[in-house]
């Protein structure tokens, strides 16, 4: 994607990979779809599926139990899987981008072989807990603790506390956990929370003190478990902090800046599904004698859909060519997933709107699209932190 002279087509690898995950969602999960969204179930056995294929690690290299592929390929996966399913494609997203990334990131090579390479082998699944009921947002103002205590092998950290709203809890096997460990000295200036000395830590499942509170009752995407993360004198081996102590705030930015790609994927994925909805519903639904997309009221609609899309989805892509050229791609992707974001919804009401009374029935998906939807604006920065992001990086000013 974009060699010397801007080429916009896909490599062959690519298309294979987006025409292939198409065939698996539409012919092995689209059928099981409607079941797991009404009982609310997280589709396990369907993705351990992903994971044998090697879709849960599709951008990390082999040798951390990865798919060796590149982030653009990651990010057509992610739209692939969520132009099908919404709810599936932000278990892949939460799990590769958040549970993964900051292991890829991070890790020393003793961390990677024990808890990165099963996770990107798709025989884990991964979490990140970073927001709390006090700190959405303001990332800085975690009240998490973790104290570290002496003993053998340098002794271990007892963690106290908890987390909110995490994807994929009480599914993952692994999480990475962000905890006050100290405090720093306030500079001149400063945000509040930036006095906090943040840390990051591998969490297994199994661990001592550590439970999986409430699961939330969401709006959509029903079939991804998202709940809380609760610590009560949990009690980690000190190899367990991840990267350096006080790092844990320079993880979660850079995890977060990669975590925006795959929500703007999935938001394109699910502007599509609801494109690819209301096109034939405009060409075969009659009213006044013809079909509605002949009206220009529909037809305007289709084509402001269309046109978004297209350009979310470049918006997207150009983000993880950034990103996969090493080049800095922190303000592309903000304004890649604020964009297709806002996008999604837009497209997914239309896609109701075009469906007139249909539309707001179950029997016709488009409502679930928007309900889904919407957590494209809010995961990974809502679309007003998007917007500060993208501000302080234009203005170079502390915007608030």
């Known amino acids: 994607m974009y060699p010397p002279g801007v080429d916009f087509d896909l490599s062959p690898e690519h298309v294979l990979l987006r025409d292939t995950i198409r065939d698996f969602m539409l012919a092995e999960v689209a059928p099981q779809i409607d079941e797991h969204e009404r009982a609310r179930r997280f589709p396990r056995p369907i993705v351990d599926r992903l994971g044998a294929m090697g879709w849960l690690g599709i951008p990390f290299p082999e040798a951390e139990g990865g798919a060796g592929l590149d982030t653009l390929a990651y ?6 899987i969520g132009r099908v399913w919404g709810s599936l494609g932000l278990i892949v997203a939460a799990h590769t981008s958040l549970g993964c990334g900051p292991l890829h990131l991070s890790g020393t090579p003793d961390q990677k ?19 709390e009921p006090e700190a959405g947002s303001d990332s800085g103002g975690t009240r998490t603790t ?20 995490i994807t994929n809890a009480g599914q993952a096997g692994t999480y990475i956990v962000t905890a006050r460990t100290g405090t720093r000295t306030a500079r001149a200036g400063a945000e509040a929370g930036d006095g906090a000395e943040i840390s990051a830590f591998i969490v297994p499942a ?15 995407l029903h079939a991804s478990a998202t709940g809380e993360l ?93 990103k996969d050229q090493g080049r800095d791609y922190g303000l592309a992707a903000a304004q890649a997933k604020l964009f297709a974001s806002e996008v999604s919804a837009r497209a997914t009401n239309a896609a109701i709107q075009v469906h007139g ?27 007003q932190i998007q917007r500060l992001v993208i501000a302080r990086r234009i203005l170079d000013l502390r915007v608030v």
């Open 75 to 80: 990010a057509i996966a992610v739209e692939q």
């Open 113 to 131: 072989t024990r808890y990165l390479v099963p996770m990107a082998e798709g025989r884990v699944i991964g979490a990140y807990g970073l927001t």
């Open 357 to 383: 009374g249909y539309g707001y029935v179950e029997e016709y998906k488009v409502e679930r699209y928007l309900r889904d939807a919407k957590l494209t604006e809010i995961g990974e920065g809502t679309s």
């Open 206 to 220: 199994d661990t001592p003190g550590f439970r999986v509170g409430r699961l939330e009752e969401k709006m959509g």
């Open 230 to 322: 609760i610590f009560e004198h949990a009690r980690l081996p000190a190899a367990n902090l991840l990267g350096e102590r006080g790092g844990g705030f320079r993880i979660a930015l850079k995890t977060l800046d990669g975590g925006r790609i795959s929500i703007g994927a999935l938001a394109v994925g699910l502007a599509q599904a609801a494109l690819d909805a209301a096109i034939p519903y405009a060409r075969t639904r009659r009213q006044f004698g013809r079909p509605i997309g002949t009206f220009q009221g529909v037809a305007f609609l289709i084509a402001d859909m269309a046109t978004e899309i297209e350009a979310a989805r470049q918006m997207v892509w150009r983000a993880a060519w950034l």
């Open 146 to 165: 973790a104290r570290l205590e002496a003993g053998p092998d340098g002794g271990s950290w007892v963690i106290d506390g908890g987390k909110r709203f």
